[in-house]
């Protein structure tokens, strides 16, 4: 009985939502092309605060994000919502590694280099390191960058260990990372299930890594570090420590 009630009220929200983020979503993709980029960052969170309500989501903020500017941000990843979390949470003008397949789709593609996106091949090496090149760029420009380290969604709720590019990237441009680990969503709606459990989520920022220990740290201990603290931030275990 429970397990209907559930699938009966996810399709409610889907609905709801479907019928909300597609007018919206036009709109927006219509106003992507006109305004300012500096109205379209402010317009993203304004889009992401919506559909987080459409999708019956309430979001706790604990901590402070840092002045807007040259920093990497980095998230545990466990949700479809995801995108909308971290656009709500970041001020100013951000940018994220988005994989390259999604420039393939017509209008998203041409929104996405709008917003001066980072496209990864992730089994591509080669094209790995000139992603690195391009999101230092961003980074010189005065953006700050997401980045997911885990690569991909858990399906099993814990945390999956970090991949180095991140690291690499902070390290070259001397660019002080910010730990934020998600609570939260992973129980609103994993990847593996359809139905839909809303709730609060938490996003909590954790304290910006210093460059200046970065030369001490190198790229392993810097890893090392902020796996370290997004699992003190998210009270989650790594999928190999279970």
Not at 12 to 40: E, H, T, V
């Amino acid at each position: 009985r429970y397990y209907m009630i559930q699938a009966f009220l996810s399709i409610l929200i889907y609905l709801i939502s479907i019928c909300i983020f597609i007018p919206l979503g036009m709109l927006f993709i219509i106003c992507s092309f006109i305004l300012p980029i500096k109205l379209m960052y402010k317009s993203a969170r304004l889009v992401s605060w919506i559909m987080l309500k459409c999708l019956f989501v309430k979001l706790e903020i604990i901590g402070n994000t840092p002045p807007p500017g040259k920093h990497i941000y980095m998230f545990n990843h466990s949700s479809f919502i995801d995108p909308f979390l971290f656009a709500y949470l970041i001020p100013g003008d951000i940018t994220a590694v988005i994989a390259k397949e999604n420039y393939s789709i017509p209008i998203w593609g041409s929104m996405l280099n709008r917003f001066k996106a980072i496209p990864i091949e992730r089994k591509n090496k080669e094209a790995a390191i000139k992603t690195i090149t391009i999101a230092e760029e961003r980074l010189s420009n005065g953006y700050d960058v997401v980045i997911l380290p885990e690569g991909t969604r858990t399906i099993t709720g814990f945390l999956k260990r970090f991949k180095k590019g991140g690291f690499h990237m902070a390290i070259n441009t001397k660019t002080p990372i910010v730990p934020v680990g998600c609570i939260g969503a992973f129980e609103f709606k994993p990847k593996n299930r359809w139905t839909l459990s809303p709730r609060k989520v938490k996003l909590i920022c954790g304290t910006p890594t210093d460059p200046s220990t970065y030369d001490t740290l190198g790229v392993n201990g810097l890893l090392s570090k902020v796996e370290q603290d997004i699992k003190q931030l998210t009270n989650r275990k790594f999928e190999d420590e279970v």
